[in-house]
């Protein structure tokens, strides 16, 4: 672990040379990864120093304990070597979260997709539910949430919703989000007072920069139509709903949620991106698919992961069994804690891939 420490202190002080060169300053993609690279290497950085700083006073006062010392001395020493000690436990384990492999995505902005499912105008309705229980999380986290495309369901509900969250590290809290969300509740169009269970999915993927996702105009093609549903006077009137085809790959992406056809486009460039970018990620997690998957999933949105229950007020993740009674909370935003779990599983489950040599 030192060793690779050290390495990693090495290479950050190297960035703060290149970081210095006038050649790099004048080069904006060597400036703009370089300081990435660094900004991702300083937390590490930061632990590896002070780590280094406690050792090298703990054995200075090991080596004080023993001279000779009055008993009031000996207890100072004493006292010092215990904070010390204490201080090298807490730093080590800080370090061996540091020295976990991080996701390339975890710093980006995302784009949520939320689609209802099984349950008809029920699955639009949770969706919507769904929808502004992120974006209240996103404002509580001081992050910007843009709307990209919706379509509205008759009762108000979403059958999709798609929108972008931009604030840095969104894609790292967020990302145990993808999958299916149950809900069970008695729907507003029922009349018996019956419970049903409906489901709604979320895809997250993080935003794909242009220079990260090349699309050439030659393999693209652009339809434009009338927008549909709410939207006043616009709707149905000039063709401003811009659907884009990636040709190679058939992957498609609409948005119809602006009045500039313009600005539609370049939304539903925004979304193709990702959703390539995305495709190609999990095409490249498939050749893993023999060995173990993280216990918070894999992301695919066919998989049950959570299910919030009304009549009980019960929330519960089916990855890491975990459930609160506080489902309105949770409904209006508060959902720090879930996240925060699901971070620290998979933090522990990285941990034993990595005691176990995986």
């Known amino acids: 672990m030192l060793d690779r420490l050290q390495s990693l202190a090495d290479r950050y002080e190297k960035l703060s040379e290149l970081l210095c060169d006038p050649d790099v300053a004048n ?20 632990a590896y120093t002070e780590y280094k700083s406690v050792m090298e006073e703990l054995e200075a006062a090991k080596q004080m304990q023993g001279e000779k010392l009055d008993d009031e001395m ?26 976990l492999p991080k996701d390339p995505n975890d710093d980006k902005n995302v784009i949520v997709e939320i689609r209802g499912a099984a349950g008809g105008d029920e699955a639009a309705l949770f969706a919507s539910d769904l929808y502004r229980m992120y974006t ?22 979403f059958k999709e919703v798609i929108f972008l969250i931009n604030g840095r ?32 999915t979320v895809s997250v ?5 242009a220079f990260e996702i090349e699309i050439h105009d030659k393999d693209i093609r652009v339809d434009t139509f009338c927008s549909s549903g709410a939207g006043g006077q616009s709707v149905n009137t000039t063709k401003s709903a811009v659907r884009v085809t990636h040709v190679p790959t058939g992957i498609v992406a609409t948005c119809q949620d602006g009045k500039s056809q313009n600005s539609n486009k370049e939304k539903a460039l925004q979304v193709l991106r990702a959703r390539i970018s995305d495709m190609k990620r999990q095409e490249e997690e498939a050749k893993y698919a023999g060995e173990r998957k993280s216990k918070v999933g894999t992301g695919d949105r066919s998989e049950r992961i959570r299910t919030y229950n009304f009549p ?18 949770v409904m209006n935003g508060e959902i720090t804690e879930i996240i925060s779990a699901l ?14 040599g995986e």
């Open 27 to 46: 080069d904006s993609k060597k400036l703009r990864d370089y300081s990435k690279e660094q900004s991702d290497l300083q937390p590490a950085f930061e």
């Open 74 to 99: 000996k207890e100072m020493v004493k006292m010092e070597i215990d904070d010390l000690s204490k201080r090298q436990v807490e730093l080590e384990e800080r370090i061996r979260v540091l020295l």
């Open 136 to 157: 209240r999380y996103a404002d509580a986290q001081g992050w910007r949430v843009e709307l990209m495309d919706v379509n509205a369901s008759d009762l108000g509900g």
């Open 169 to 200: 590290g969104a894609y790292s809290k967020l990302k145990y989000e993808s999958g299916a969300h149950r809900v069970q509740r008695i729907p507003a169009t029922e009349s018996g007072g019956r419970i049903h269970t409906s489901t709604s």
């Open 205 to 209: 993927m993080p935003e794909a920069e």
């Open 312 to 329: 009980q007020s019960r929330v519960t993740d089916h990855r890491i069994g975990l459930t609160l009674h506080r489902l309105e909370q």
């Open 343 to 356: 971070s620290i599983a998979e933090q522990a489950d990285l941990m034993d891939n990595m005691d176990n």
